[in-house]
């Protein structure tokens, strides 16, 4: 006997847990082995330490590692096994420690979370968009040349798609150097575009960032000449395009390969959009708070991914606030999995399973999978011409900046506010 649930009360689980005693002899000498080899005592060769004198100076220990490996080891089994959840509550253990030479028994209690009791996941009514898929395609080409666009000198002044060509003839800096800017894509922050736009070689213009509260100090004062405005030449979709950016033969030939590749992630994108309708609404009619603990892992699991960058208080409530709205998902697939009596085979696990991987999170994530396609299966779907993806929990955080480009009139003292 490896585990006994002996007692079960509302959500609390009492275990009896049992290693034989050949396993936890195995494990004494293990243990043992291992002291005895980074000891290093006076009088006694490295690894030559006897036994007696390992066992009387590092007994207690010897015992409490030989239990930390037989309980992480067994409990970790009865929470796959019984495919539980603990809650923010600690289990309660007995202190026992094992005897060498006889069988290890030990109980442990613990609190289970029990998940939300779901509502309305079956029946929901989503907008499944349709997609012009010629029109993709044409946009896709469309992109495509703007890749590949040129830019040629022009005498007039700036428009949008130009690519304007700026000195800052005041500035005394090693780095000053002509700066491009092409008008319509945002390249200097807002309202940058705007102070550029229909001015023509020769032009003066003076500007700087500006917050748009009272926030701290103005941005650099900044006297700027256009020196050139180059007008955007894109290539012609002709055969010899597509051979140079397609791999194509003709023309036609890569219009059919892109609609293909369009026509797949297309259809990928129209199940996450599914996905993502279908989510929110079962999060907004089943209210529940899950573990704090899984929330404040995941949140430092994203916070990891940053790279080396420092985290500020923002960015942490940002991460907090998608590991919530994560675990909330999981609950609600798990639940759903569990009231339809959705199933995962051990060959099936083994089947998706990667190294890095353990078992029972494999066998979550395809039982989720299959618990969204049940969901998606059993919804009402109405077809919407140029719907949109949903925004995700990380865009809605993203907030417009605080400033902006102004244009000042020129004056002795380097320039005041331009009056409208």
Known sequence: MDYEIVESKDNRRTVRFQEPADRMEKLFREVRGKITRDLDLPGFRPGKVPRSIVDKRFGNLIKAEVAEVVRQSLTSRVLTEEDWILDDEMAVSDEELPIEGEDYTFSIT??????????????????????????EVEQTLQSLRERMVSFEPVERPAEQGDLVVLQTPDRDTED???????????QMGPGFD?????RKAGDVFVARMETREDEGDLGETI????????????PELDDEFAKKVGGSDTMEDMRQELREDLEERLEQEKKQFLERQALD?????????????????MTEDLLRRLDGDEADERMVESARKMASRKV???FVLRQVAIREDIEVSEEEVQEERSPEESASSVYDRVR??????????EAVLNEENGSTPPSSPEDEDRQEP???????EEDAEGGKEKED
Do not use: C
Request: negative net charge; without cysteine.
């Open 368 to 377: 989720n999978v299959r618990a969204m396609e049940l969901i998606l299966s």
């Open 402 to 408: 605080s400033w902006s480009w102004q244009e000042l």
């Open 194 to 198: 705007d102070i550029v736009e229909a």
């Open 176 to 186: 000053d150097r002509d700066l491009a800017v092409r008008l319509g894509h945002s």
């Open 110 to 135: 613990y609190s289970l979370y029990g998940g939300p009791e779901l509502e309305e996941y079956k029946g929901l009514e989503l907008v499944e968009p349709v997609f012009d898929l010629d029109r």
């Open 328 to 330: 909330r998902e999981f």
């Open 281 to 297: 609404k079962v999060l907004e009619s089943n209210e529940f708070e899950p573990p704090r603990y899984m929330v404040d892992n």
């Open 223 to 234: 006297r700027f000449r256009v020196t050139e405005v180059r007008e955007p030449k894109l």
